[in-house]
């Protein structure tokens, strides 16, 4: 049987994130702290939320969060899962908004994680990802890039650069699914807000990556790894869902080229 994602009982879930930035407000940086502090209260009280399988989360070390990706609200329902159980989570961001003196600021002070996608050698698009994964941080990714293309908001095939973080690193990757939240805010960017929507957030156990452990960083086996962590994620899309996901993932790439 599926476990069912738990609603977050709002006054329980506020004196958490309370006590979570009291002991953690120099993690988060001023703006950080600030942009969650104004969000929140509307993405909470705009939705029935609810979250599952926190304690997958590790309380302390290094961690990935492959995170599926269906609306633009995700990063705001992802902050408050992790916040709530203990941690700080990082975001990925094009290495470009570090030169906009404003959004600088707020990505810098919240020790947010560019990626340099100019870079002549892959291994260096990722290197601050990797650095903040060795210094102890949960980093959130989205390996697919941008909202899946898949119709019906399946997770699509991802680019392989989760599966080269987590050989760089060993650190444990954690699949995180989203669901519901493309309901409230659709890819189109216009809000739906009523009736309330029901927004779920669920976290799986690591996902099992040993058998390419240690051995080389080919992009075969980057793409086996990526394939694995994208594969946990779907799943625990389906169980959030009740439904059966597609056979095959849907291919941006593929459809271009078909186009």
Excluded at 135 to 156: C, H, I, L, N, Q
Excluded at 244 to 255: G, L, Q, R, S, V
């Amino acid at each position: 049987m599926t476990e069912t994602p738990v609603p977050v009982p709002l006054l329980t879930f506020w004196q958490k994130v309370v006590l979570t930035f009291r002991r953690r407000w120099s993690d988060s940086g001023f703006w950080y702290g600030l942009a969650i502090f104004l969000l929140w209260p509307f993405a909470i009280f705009g939705a029935k939320v609810g979250f599952r399988g926190g304690e997958h989360i590790p309380k302390t070390g290094g961690v990935l969060l492959a995170c599926n990706h269906v609306s633009g609200t995700d990063p705001i329902y992802d902050v408050a899962f992790v916040i709530s159980h203990g941690r700080m989570p990082r975001f990925l961001a094009k290495a470009e908004l570090w030169q906009t003196p404003i959004v600088r600021s707020v990505l810098g002070g919240g020790k947010h994680v560019p990626v340099y996608r100019e870079t002549t050698r892959a291994a260096n698009a990722f290197k601050d990802a990797v650095a903040a994964l060795e210094r102890g941080e949960v980093v959130a990714f989205y390996p697919e890039g941008t909202y899946t293309g898949d119709p019906d908001f399946w997770p699509m095939k991802s680019k392989n650069g989760i599966g080269r973080i987590a050989l760089m690193t060993g650190v444990p990757v954690i699949p995180v699914a989203n669901w519901g939240s493309q309901d409230l805010l659709p890819p189109d960017g216009r809000p739906h807000p009523f009736p309330r929507k029901r927004v779920l957030v669920a976290a799986g156990p690591p996902v099992d990556l040993e058998q390419w452990r240690g051995g080389p960083r080919t992009r075969t086996a980057m793409d086996a790894v990526t394939a694995a962590i994208m594969a946990d994620v779907t799943k625990l899309v389906a169980d959030l869902r009740g439904e059966e996901p597609p056979a095959i993932a849907y291919d941006p790439d593929a459809e271009r080229k078909a186009g």
